[in-house]
């Protein structure tokens, strides 16, 4: 099914790794990309591709892959990390496909 | 720099169509390898991909709305438009012009976002 799924909510504590992860059939063919959005601010890409990261998103964050499942980690998380990520994909009809979004507080 | 600027009405009542515009600096709206795309958040809610538009004037929809949804460019302005028809409330969003970039098409560059609240 033309389908990603995140997990809704993830909590991590100050300068700790969070593991955000996107899930569909779709990623088995298809590479996805993450972007954050804090709150009133369009969202930002913060990683693309293999595991690209745009000029200027700290080396914090990395992504990966495995199978039907793309993470996006943020290692030594910082409070302005706090945001809600969402990934991106396609599919085989060349429609986009957005995930429902993880919010990531920082506690 | 490239930017994106939408455009259009913030307020529209029920069964009227939507016009915005997306305005491009920086950078050739023909330009070859761009995707120019219109996403829309509801309040409060996540990402809606609504459709985009390339250079050689190719346009994807997203299924659900593609009834009711035309997207256009005018090179010539440097602008790309969306026109949503028969809106009901559940158009009431933020819609954004982004542009889509590279091998993966990915979003590199999103406009800041204009609020449309569909009411009487």
């Known amino acids: 099914s033309s389908e990603l799924t995140q997990s809704p909510a993830v909590s991590v504590a100050l300068g700790q790794t969070v593991r955000i992860t996107c899930q569909g059939d779709?990623?088995?063919?298809?590479?996805a990309g993450w972007y954050q959005q804090k709150p009133g601010q369009a969202p930002v890409r913060v990683m693309y591709?293999?595991?690209d990261r745009p000029s200027g998103i700290p080396d914090r964050f990395s992504g990966s892959r495995s199978g039907n499942t793309f993470a996006l980690t943020i290692t030594g998380t910082q409070a302005e990390d706090e945001a809600v990520y969402y990934c991106?994909?396609?599919?085989?009809?060349?429609?986009?496909?957005f995930g429902g979004g993880t919010k990531v507080t920082v506690l | 720099q490239v930017h994106l600027q939408e455009s259009g009405p913030g307020l529209v009542k029920p069964s009227q169509n939507l016009s915005l515009t997306c305005t491009v600096s920086g950078v050739s709206i023909n330009s070859g390898g761009y995707l120019w795309n219109w996403i829309r958040q509801h309040p409060g809610k996540g990402l809606e991909w609504l459709g985009y538009i390339n250079y050689r004037g190719s346009i994807f929809y997203n299924p659900s709305l593609k009834s009711r949804l035309i997207i256009s460019m005018d090179a010539s302005k440097k602008q790309y438009s969306l026109n949503l028809t028969s809106l009901t409330d559940a158009d009431t969003a933020v819609y954004y012009c982004?542009?889509?970039?590279?091998?993966?098409?990915?979003?590199?560059?999103w406009g800041q976002g204009t609020a449309v609240t569909v009411a009487s």
């Open positions: 591709g293999k595991d």
């Open positions: 779709t990623l088995r063919d298809y590479y």
């Open positions: 991106k994909s396609r599919d085989s009809g060349g429609n986009f496909l």
């Open positions: 982004v542009r889509g970039e590279g091998y993966y098409y990915s979003l590199d560059v």
